[in-house]
């Protein structure tokens, strides 16, 4: 039977080869702690207590911003200014910190000591101390720890260090039968929606991370995954080292890339082409018309990523392809060639794609290519606005439900807004 999956045949293989432009300079990016943002509104039972600073402190309060309710599930223990001599009392002051919170919250089942970057924070063994509070806590309360500090981690990694900390706890699957994981943070929504459409075609499902920490998923040789999400390079490793298989696939942006993404599982899973076309037709062809008025906007106009979150490339390719906009260039903090190589493939041969930073270079290089629109940091798009230019923070890409068939127009509207906006103060 002929391929019913009406992805566009290029004989090119676009960027496959792609020699990226490496640039090593400053860089204008959030740390890894952003990630608590979202994963604590996913994992429902679980508290992050970050080990750090005033500093770390104010990052998570002002990027959760309004997403604060009565009571967090995460917190600052500040240790900076401690007495560094007295090392011993840091251990009993973050213990004690753990103590009442616990005693406070007995909601909670899972906790995550997330290491930052001060110098006492890095001399303190957080991996010891979430071992000592889990012999205490046990069974109650897991205790595990990963790093968001800046100097090892942009704000995405901050979620494959939490979720690749979890990887070893999963529990060991213990049937033969083949099962699908999802594997990286979607919305409930999104996640919902998934789960129908691949259970419509008789694919099991569980997701990484769960709602609940004690719904862990089991994992084995028989698990096969599915990234949800682009910058989960040590997760996947994690993964893959229990025993489970990567499929690879675009990732499930626009209408191409949850098709793609779908069709990896269906392959996998033997599900026949006609159910395939039978369960996607309808919510492809519902996306595929809204994406269409989004296009009027979007045709043409040129776009300039800064790197940020990973997502770069899909999104990218998304914008190219389905809405006709050109890029300019393509940053991403981070080049995974082999989860990016389905992406890669699909970008216009020659696109500028650069890994790392330089920000003074890249924004040289920006202001020279005059571009429509630029996706960058909440840093760099006030100056970028006020020499004229239309810009998208690119934060509001990891909170906003943008994965599958119906996010994909509200996906384009998020970049189609600005430029509307833009036109109509022009006008
Ligand atoms: Fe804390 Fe380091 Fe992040 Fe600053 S960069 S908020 S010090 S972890």
Redesign the pocket.
């Known amino acids: 039977m002929s391929p019913v999956i009406p992805i566009r045949a290029e004989t090119a293989t676009g960027c496959t080869d792609v020699v990226p432009l490496v640039e090593r300079g400053q860089r204008e990016v ?4 952003t990630g608590i943002i979202w994963l604590h509104r996913k994992i429902q039972d679980a508290f992050f207590l ?1 080990v ?2 005033r ?2 402190a ?3 309060q002002a990027a959760a911003g309004v997403m604060i309710f009565a009571e967090p599930r995460f917190g600052t223990a500040i240790i900076d200014e401690r007495d560094l001599a007295g090392l011993a009392d840091v251990h009993e002051e973050l213990d004690r910190v753990v103590n009442q919170l616990l005693t406070r919250r007995p909601d909670i089942r899972m906790l995550f000591l997330v ?4 110098s006492e924070v890095i001399k303190l063994d957080l991996s010891r101390a979430a071992e000592r509070l889990n012999q205490h806590h046990h069974p109650a309360v897991r205790v595990l720890n990963y790093s ?4 090892e981690t942009t704000f995405t990694q901050g979620e494959d260090a939490c979720l690749a900390s979890m990887v070893p706890s999963l529990p060991k699957s213990n049937t033969a039968a083949k099962q699908l994981m999802v594997v990286g943070t979607l919305a409930d929504v999104v996640e919902d929606q998934m789960k129908h459409l691949l259970e419509q075609m008789g694919v099991n499902v569980t997701f990484f991370p769960p709602r609940k920490s004690q719904e862990m998923p089991a994992v084995g040789a028989n698990t096969q995954f599915l990234l949800a999400q682009p910058f989960l390079a040590d997760t996947a490793r994690a993964l893959q080292d229990r025993g489970a298989q990567h499929l690879p696939a675009a990732f499930p942006l626009g209408v191409e890339g949850t098709t793609a993404w779908l069709q990896a599982a269906a392959t996998a899973f033997g599900v026949s082409p006609l159910l395939f076309e039978k369960v996607t037709a309808t919510p492809r062809q519902r996306a595929e018309k809204a994406l269409a008025v989004q296009r009027q906007m979007l045709q043409d106009k040129s776009i300039f990523f800064f790197p940020d979150s990973q997502l770069e490339i899909p999104l990218a390719r998304f914008l190219h392809r389905e809405l006709g906009m050109r890029l300019i260039e393509v940053g991403t903090p981070y080049l995974h060639r082999q989860h990016m190589a389905p992406e890669l493939a699909w970008l216009p041969a020659g696109t500028r794609i650069s890994e790392g930073q330089d920000v003074d270079l890249q924004l040289d290089r920006c202001i020279q290519d005059a571009p429509d629109m630029v996706v960058c940091g909440l840093g760099l798009a006030n100056p970028l606005e006020a020499q004229g230019m239309t810009t998208k923070w690119a934060i509001e890409l990891v909170f906003t439900p943008m994965q599958g068939y119906e996010q994909a127009a509200d996906l384009a509207g998020l970049f189609s807004r600005p430029l509307r906006r833009r036109e109509k103060l022009a006008a």
């Open positions: 959030f740390c890894g702690l970050v750090g600073s500093t770390c104010h990052l998570i290491g930052s970057c001060p968001g500090s800046g100097i």
